[in-house]
T-cell receptor, first 116, second 114 residues
Framework: AQTVTQSQPEMSVQEAETVTLSCTYD???????LFWYKQPPSRQMILVIR??????QNATENRFSVNFQKAAKSFSLKISDSQLGDAAMYFC?????????????FGKGTKLTVNP | ETGVTQSPTHLIKTRGQQVTLRCSSQ?????VSWYQQALGQGPQFIFQ???????GRGNFPPRFSGLQFPNYSSELNVNALELDDSALYLC?????????????FGSGTRLTVV
């Protein structure tokens, strides 16, 4: 089965501190994309960061970085210098190709609280 | 550059009724996907449209159907509504022309079935 597992339903962090959100996935594909999406109360899914599986270098976007371990099928998100605006649901996902179509497979999400 | 627009934002329907949700894709995008997000869950793939045809479908019954129009906008139709259809419905657009640009999501339609 092609699945995404986020083992932390909720996490909290102090403002300006660092937090890491965990994600493991299962796929038989060799080439794929991995994503972290943020969903604030406004409901829109906002792309935080993405990683191409063929790239060994971990992706970074400002305060956001990932630790991509392909053999272990692990894809964690590190948020540095946490800000109040980082509070949201975070979803890990991968892009699965199916014949001529494709889809995103999401985990159940981690609710991140940022404490002032 | 416009983003993805969904309408309506909220909707309340009665069990057994039919509903139509609408999505305008981002400018330059030609592919639309629909997702259902139940409360406390991650989004689940319903189907995808490309060149006005459904070209991929998740584990949803036939009473979930859709359309894509020549301007790449899309509709999601759900017949014979059930209580479990209550969810946030997200639309995402992308482009299959040129380099893959990823997905842009709308803010969703919150459907409540009573």
């Amino acid at each position: 089965a092609q699945t995404v597992t986020q083992s932390q339903p909720e996490m909290s962090v102090q403002e300006a501190e660092t937090v890491t959100l965990s994600c493991t996935y299962d796929t038989s594909e060799s080439d794929y994309y991995l994503f972290w999406y943020k969903q604030p109360p406004s409901r829109q899914m906002i792309l935080v960061i993405r990683q191409e599986a063929y790239k060994q270098q971990n992706a970074t976007e400002n305060r956001f970085s990932v630790n991509f371990q392909k053999a272990a099928k692990s894809f964690s998100l590190k948020i540095s210098d946490s800000q109040l605006g980082d509070a949201a649901m975070y979803f890990c996902a991968y892009r699965r190709k199916q014949g001529g179509s494709e889809k995103l497979v999401f985990g159940k999400g981690t609710k991140l609280t940022v404490n002032p | 550059e416009t983003g993805v627009t969904q309408s309506p934002t909220h909707l309340i329907k009665t069990r057994g009724q039919q509903v139509t949700l609408r999505c305008s894709s981002q400018s330059g995008h030609n592919t639309v996907s629909w997702y259902q997000q139940a409360l406390g869950q991650g989004p689940q793939f319903i189907f995808q449209y490309y060149r006005e045809e459904e070209n991929g479908r998740g584990n949803f019954p036939p009473r979930f159907s859709g359309l894509q129009f020549p301007n790449y906008s899309s509709e999601l139709n759900v017949n014979a509504l059930e209580l479990d259809d209550s969810a946030l419905y997200l639309c995402a657009s992308s482009s299959w022309t040129g380099p893959w640009v990823g997905y842009t999501f709308g803010s969703g339609t919150r459907l409540t079935v009573v």
